[in-house]
């Protein structure tokens, strides 16, 4: 098995989430004993959230940077970040290290083509939801996405920043994106795209008004696939 490097801590509930889903696939499909080869870094998160200047983002991604070095010094043969919204800083991280990134945007594209979907909603954090560094790559394997509802993005920044991203978990959570999904369907979308590591604490994922691709779960099926050295599974 090769061995993976994930950039963690953003939140650290999404990072034990990547850290269990990637060793149970690598269990079933290795040997009831196997485990996965990770080298995890979990950064401090205080200096990560929220970010809005353009010099916070520099920053963050000059921290994200110098982690991604310094797991493939320590022997990491390809990364993932464990986090939707740190792929805006994908480029500047791909191109400081020697090894592959597994872009989870990507992964979900592929996903939702592979199931015959045209159109999609987006769910996440703000500038998951408005800019184009994560909506391009679903275009780019020609999936229609919804535009962002504005009530929707301030609701949505409230739950995972103020709740899940502290590990809390609330009723009135799960039906606020019950509400927001039900709505993405009656303006026409063909699937929900999770695209924050922590939304499926309050989404049923394999029970739901419409097909949900959780980013997650499918960068975790990727991450194990590149550790077993396997294709994707159709």
């Avoid at 606020?176 to 309050?202: P, Y």
Wanted: proline letters at 3%; a negative charge.
């Amino acid at each position: 098995m090769r061995k993976l490097g994930i950039i963690g801590g953003m939140s650290w509930v999404s990072t034990a989430m990547y850290y269990e889903r990637i060793n149970r696939i690598v269990q079933k499909r290795a040997a009831p004993m196997a485990s996965a080869p990770l080298l995890i870094e979990s950064l401090d998160f205080c200096q990560l959230y929220a970010l809005v200047e353009e010099r916070d983002w520099q920053r963050a991604g000059n921290v994200l940077i110098e982690s991604a070095r310094r797991l493939e010094g320590a022997g990491a043969e390809a990364l993932i970040i464990g986090a939707n919204s740190m792929h805006r800083l994908y480029d500047d991280i791909a191109a400081s290290v020697n090894i592959p990134v597994l872009h989870i945007a990507e992964y979900v594209g592929m996903a939702i083509k592979r199931a015959g979907h045209r159109s999609a909603a987006l769910i996440g954090t703000r500038n998951v939801m408005t800019e184009s560094f994560y909506r391009k790559r679903l275009v780019a394997h020609g999936i229609d996405l919804l535009p962002p509802r504005m009530e929707f993005v301030e609701m949505l920044d409230k739950i995972i920043y103020d709740e899940l991203m502290v590990g809390k978990v609330t009723r009135e959570a799960q039906r606020t994106l019950k509400t927001i999904i039900i709505n993405k369907a009656q303006e026409g979308a063909e699937a929900i795209v999770l695209a924050c590591t922590e939304l499926d604490l309050v989404v049923d994922v394999d029970a739901n008004v419409l097909p949900v691709f959780d980013s997650t779960r499918i960068h975790c099926e990727a991450a194990a696939n590149w550790i077993l050295e396997q294709e994707a599974v159709h």
